[in-house]
Structures are given as C-alpha cells and as structure tokens.
C-alpha cells in the first residue's frame, strides 16, 4: 500500500486528471476506485451500545428487525449489523451539501421548489432529486418544468457521454444516481447508477438488552378508563363511566393516552455492541472515465471531458470529507467517531493503492475550488446558479387535503 501522502491540491488534481483519462502520473492511469475505509467507535469508547436502524420484519405482526449478515473481512469471518445503508448514507451526504450550498460554502447548481406554507425545498431533499415528481410536476413561468427543453434535455441522457445538460444544472444526480422513471421511451432516457457508493457497518455485533418502562409524576390506576373525544379543541379525552360498572365501548386504559406507569419490560430492540464500525465508500473512475460534456454544438472536447470529470471527483471526496467535518451521529444511540484520520487510496487497475492521502490534510474544499476554477475555462460553469420552481396549484392542493387528512386519521 501507498503510504498516505500531503500532496498539495495541485499535485492531487494532476493525480486526479491522469486517473480520469487526462496527462498526469502512469501510475494512476486507468485507475479503478477512489476508495475510504474508516474504522469508528462508539462515542462512550468500547463497550458501549448503538442502536442499529429496524427495518420490516418478513412475516407480518412479527417485531421490527436488524439486517444482520456474515461478512468476510481480511480473509476472516465476522458478524456485521447494518448501521447506516447506501441509501441512507447519500441522504446525509446531501443534507450536508444542500446546508453549504444554501451557506454559498460550496458554489453548485441545484433546483429548488418553492412549496408555500410547506417550505422552500432544495432538489437534494427529494427521493428522485432532479426528476421526482416534487419538481416534474412543478411549475416555471407558468408552464410546467416537465415540460421545459431543459427538463427534456435532462430526461434524454440514455449514457454517461452526454451529461452537459446535468452537469449545469445538477451535477449531484451524476454521483449518486437519478432516473427520469416517468418518461415514456425507456431506451432514451437518463438513468444513471450511483458513482458514489458509502455504507457503514458494525463488525463483530453482539446484540444487547433493553428495559422498556415509564413511571408517570402522579398514581394514575389502569382502572380508571377513557373514551377520546371528537372536539379536540377543549379536551383530548373523557372519564368513561356506567350504571352496570362495565366500561362503555371503545373505552381504553390511561397509558394509550400517555397516563399512568408502564410496568418495566424488555424492548423489542437492545441495541449491539461491537468491535468496531467500518465505513466503506468508493467512487468509480471507470463510470468517471465515460463522462462526456459536449458543447451546444454536440462536439467533444477531451481537455473539457477531463475537466469535468476532475470536476466531479474533487466533489465527490469533497462530499465524503463533509460527513467527517460534521461527524458520525448517525441516529439515536449511534453517535460513532474515527479512531484516526481515514485515509483516501486511489486503486490502479490491477487492485493495488497507487496514492493515498488522509482526507482532512488532503484539502478537498481547496482541491473542489481549483477544480471548479480550471472547469470555468473550459466553459463548463458551476456558479451558485438555481432553477426555482414554484409548487402548482394542484401539488398545493394535494399536500393541503392529504395534511388535513393525516390529521383526521389521527383523531
């Protein structure tokens, strides 16, 4: 392995433009990963617990579960607890993008809509980004953004060779995926795998135990009974009472509303212990060695392909150096911390580390800027521009009826 270098930006950019198909070190040529392990512990030091995400059980009515698994890890087995998904991980990369963006921090083109009473929304915090049906559907002087050349340029990306429309206007959905799934011509249409790949795993899990219990301030008696009532505007619930000293219908115990003791139990979930938590992220050169910006005539550039695809590498580790600088608290009881420095490695093409560099001395916001500098001469622009959108009346409509909804079925 390479022993982890101090490079300065510029030394790390020529590394960088050699391994997407631009002049650099021979070494880096053809590379196949970008790729970080960090090793974590819990916050409260070795022996403490963290609480694991549940997911749905497969037989219904039974508890929700963990996603446990035996991994192989340096030629031996191990028993792993998922604590943070592939999915979930791009979630909490792009929250902490969307805050620098929204800061100026980092100058990148995004979408936004413009939800009225709900909220002025980035196209980072949507499931499908660019093309969820949150912006399609969304409208841009008056008109439908579906509807746009723009959004029509978007949706017709069927390869990675022509991502000029994307990369101006949102260059997130390149690294970490987006599909235009409601247009019609499956063949013609963007769909593009994630580039970014992270997931963070517990190695080694033992799961633990829990006491489930509450103890109220006041004696309130599982005797007593209560019936909700309709007009919330006074009181939430009633005294039940009858002749025959039987509750009425519908009656229930004090603790469904949040009165009384709840007798000590075991939870459901009791959390792991763990050796340790292993995040794993990689970044692909080869899907970033088939980018492509051609200009508005349609011609390629190889010098303007390479800068965009330096570009999109500079953010890439840029995004993972984020999650680092803001820390690991992943989730209630799972508050995790490197136990040093992780490191980036550039994998070469035979699966050997050609360079290294530890990712908060590597200097990604420096490295990221540069890269965006060296890309504005080769006219490839990212300068804080937004597309803002502003919510339909049939979108409002829908998020009115179904909030007054929500707040029906809870009555």
Request: charged share 25%; with cysteine.
């Amino acid at each position: 392995m390479a022993t982890a270098s101090t490079d300065s930006p510029t030394q790390i950019s020529a590394v960088l433009a050699s391994a997407v198909g631009g002049d650099g070190p021979e070494e880096a040529r053809w590379a196949s990963a970008l790729r970080l392990r960090c090793r974590l512990q819990p916050a409260g030091g070795s022996g403490s617990k963290v609480m694991p995400p549940t997911y749905a059980p497969e037989r219904r009515g039974d508890p929700p579960v963990y996603i446990r698994e035996t991994r192989r890890i340096d030629g031996a087995e191990h028993d792993c607890v998922l604590l943070d998904g592939i999915a979930s991980q791009a979630n909490r990369i792009e929250d902490s993008l969307a805050a620098c963006i929204q800061s100026s921090e980092i100058p990148l083109p995004t979408i936004e809509v413009d939800q009225g009473e709900f909220g002025l929304h980035s196209g980072l915090e949507f499931s499908h980004r660019c093309f969820d049906a949150w912006i399609e559907d969304a409208q841009i002087d008056g008109r439908r953004f579906g509807e746009t050349e723009l959004f029509k340029r978007l949706a017709a990306s069927p390869s990675r060779h022509d991502l000029a429309a994307l990369m101006e206007t949102f260059p997130v959905g390149i690294l970490l995926g987006c599909w235009a799934s409601r247009k019609k011509n499956p063949q013609g249409t963007t769909r593009l795998a994630r580039m970014l790949c992270s997931e963070i795993i517990a190695v080694d899990g033992v799961p633990g135990s829990r006491p489930a219990s509450r103890i109220d301030r006041h004696h309130v008696s599982s005797a007593v009974k209560l019936l909700r009532t309709t007009d919330t505007s006074s009181d939430r619930f009633s005294l039940a009472a009858s002749d025959d000293g039987k509750a009425p219908k519908g009656a229930e115990s004090p603790s469904e509303l949040g009165y009384g003791n709840v007798a000590p139990g075991i939870a459901a979930h009791g959390g792991i212990t763990m050796d340790h938590a292993l995040q794993i992220a990689t970044v692909s050169m080869p899907a970033l060695r088939e980018c492509g910006f051609p200009t508005t005539e349609g011609k390629r550039n190889p010098g303007r392909d390479v800068a965009g695809r330096v570009m999109l590498t500079a953010l890439a580790l840029r995004m993972l150096a984020l999650q680092l600088e803001r820390g690991y608290d992943l989730r209630s009881g799972c508050l995790l911390v490197p136990e040093d420095e992780p490191t980036v490695e550039l994998v070469g093409r035979l699966g050997k580390t050609v360079a290294a560099w530890p990712l908060i001395s590597m200097s990604t916001g420096d490295l990221l800027a540069d890269a965006i500098a060296a890309g504005a001469k080769h006219d490839l622009s990212w300068s804080s521009q937004k597309i803002h959108l502003t919510v339909s009346n049939t979108q409002l409509d829908l998020l009115r009826q179904s909030l007054a909804g929500s707040a029906a079925e809870a009555e």
